[in-house]
């Protein structure tokens, strides 16, 4: 056990030292994040007033396509100089690679979330963090299960031609149930009078789509990446 | 070493090691097209065994499915007593690589690339390792530069000295000698003399003759996906292969 986090934490460090030098994934991902909530900001904002429970909505399109566009890319240093044939020969759990992958992404869209909540907070005036503990959460446990599921479809489809293309059309189908509880549990915090009892049982629900998202992640991995 | 392999369960506990690797009836297909067909052949320790064969032979898949990242669509390969899908990261272990695509990250340095994988192979004082692996690949003056800013050969020293920091039993290379200057292929070729001594199995593809020829001591020709021949005589390697071929177009005839 000591080997495989051991290993995890390797390739996530690997992958946040490369990310530092480049900023390539965190300057895309964090502009196209930023671009839709100020989009979305003409367009549901009206005279200084938000459309009611679009705050919640918006949150998480920017999650889900910032996310989609950071998952198309995670596995890109490897595929480019077939380094995943050289981490696949390592002598270790391959399972280790990927939760190495996922934590490294996670890092990334904790770092995106950061900047997008507190803008989506002051453009659409919503109270993010009357409740920072259960919005916290909600944030982790959403984004931990998209990632989860984004980051084993992003090493399948590492060496497909039309991966590009293929990703957001597998990855949307299988998430949307983390997408809709982080937004309903989202909007159950925004509410004026907030419905704590409702948020608390999204946040329930995104922990065991995350549970059963990582185990089957965990338990596919290795057939996945062995040709 | 050994000829018959423990059980699944006890191989975590127990070094693997092997003499040999050996492919018995090896076929390959990617999708409906075929690589390899029926491909048997074997390399002992102390050995240096070329692949050769014009590009799309196969050799690259062969290499693929020794270093176990490919399995085979049928037939088997052994590593003296172990097959890969029972001995996993412990099989591993005892494998080094050099592909084509040289497999390290050009936004790191060379030395943070092998301190990486040394890492990953669970191996301790990596940094002194990686130190001592680029003073053998002759840059240890660079080893804070980006492997990005190197040129090929360069970058093949620091893969080289990459799939042969865990001291591998079996060590695959695809093309070694490509983009070394002279001075660096007498290098290699001294390096690889002295894996043979110590008993290594190497199992290398290449197309420069010239620079392979000290150090090869048995070529397996490879055309279409299947062995054309196998070469042994004392003739040069660019000879063998060339005999291979006429004996191939004279049978059949």
Not at chain 1, 53 to 78: H, P, S, V, Y
């Amino acid at each position: 056990m000591r080997r495989f986090v051991r290993v995890a934490w390797l390739i996530m460090r690997k992958d946040l030292t490369v990310e530092a030098r480049s900023r390539e994934l965190l300057f895309t991902t964090l502009f196209f994040a930023m671009s839709i909530v100020l989009v979305f900001a003409f367009g549901f904002v009206r005279d200084g007033r938000p459309v009611e429970n679009a705050a919640a909505g918006i949150l998480w399109i920017a999650i889900a396509f910032a996310g989609t566009l950071a998952l198309g890319r995670t596995f890109e240093r490897e595929r480019y100089h077939d380094v995943l044939h050289a981490l696949l020969l390592a002598p270790v759990d391959r399972p280790a690679i990927y939760v190495g992958k996922l934590l490294g992404i996670l890092a990334l869209l904790a770092t995106v979330e950061a900047i997008v909540v507190p803008l989506i907070a002051l453009m659409f005036q919503a109270p993010l963090f009357r409740h920072p503990v259960l919005a916290v959460a909600l944030l982790a446990l959403g984004t931990t299960g998209f990632a989860a599921v984004g980051t084993l479809f992003a090493a399948m489809l590492v060496r497909a031609r039309s991966r590009d293309v293929l990703l957001p059309v597998l990855l949307y189908p299988i998430t949307i149930p983390v997408i809709i509880a982080g937004v309903r549990g989202t909007a159950a915090l925004l509410q004026p009078d907030a419905d704590l009892a409702m948020a608390r049982m999204w946040i329930g629900m995104l922990g065991f789509f995350d549970v059963v998202f990582l185990t089957l992640s965990l338990w596919t991995f290795e057939p996945v990446m062995t040709e | 070493m050994s000829s018959a392999g423990p059980s699944a369960a006890t191989l975590d506990a127990v070094a693997v090691d092997f003499d040999q690797l050996k492919f018995s009836e090896v076929s390959r297909y990617f999708g409906r097209r075929r690589a390899l067909a029926r491909v048997t052949f074997a390399c002992c320790a102390g050995e240096v065994v070329a692949l050769l064969g014009p590009n799309g032979a196969g050799k690259s898949t062969v290499l693929g499915l020794a270093a176990t990242i490919l399995q085979p669509s049928d037939g088997t390969i052994r590593y003296g007593g172990y097959v890969a899908a029972e001995a996993g990261a412990p099989l591993r272990s005892r494998i080094g690589m050099l592909a084509h695509e040289l497999q390290l990250y050009p936004e790191l340095t060379a030395r943070e690339n092998l301190e990486f994988f040394a890492a990953l192979s669970g191996l301790d004082e990596t940094r002194a390792r990686a130190a001592a692996a680029l003073n053998r690949a002759g840059l240890g003056d660079r080893a804070d530069d980006l492997v990005g800013g190197f040129s090929r050969g360069m970058r093949q020293r620091v893969a080289l000295e990459r799939a042969l920091l865990h001291d591998p039993r079996l060590l695959l290379l695809d093309e070694p000698f490509t983009g070394l200057d002279e001075r660096s292929s007498a290098a290699l070729a001294e390096r690889l003399s002295g894996l043979r001594a110590r008993d290594r199995i190497i199992l290398l593809t290449t197309h420069d003759f010239e620079a392979a020829e000290a150090i090869v001591d048995r070529a397996v020709v490879l055309r279409g996906g299947r062995i054309a021949a196998m070469a042994t005589s004392g003739d040069s390697l660019r000879e063998r292969y060339l005999a291979s071929l006429r004996d191939e177009v004279e049978g059949a005839r």
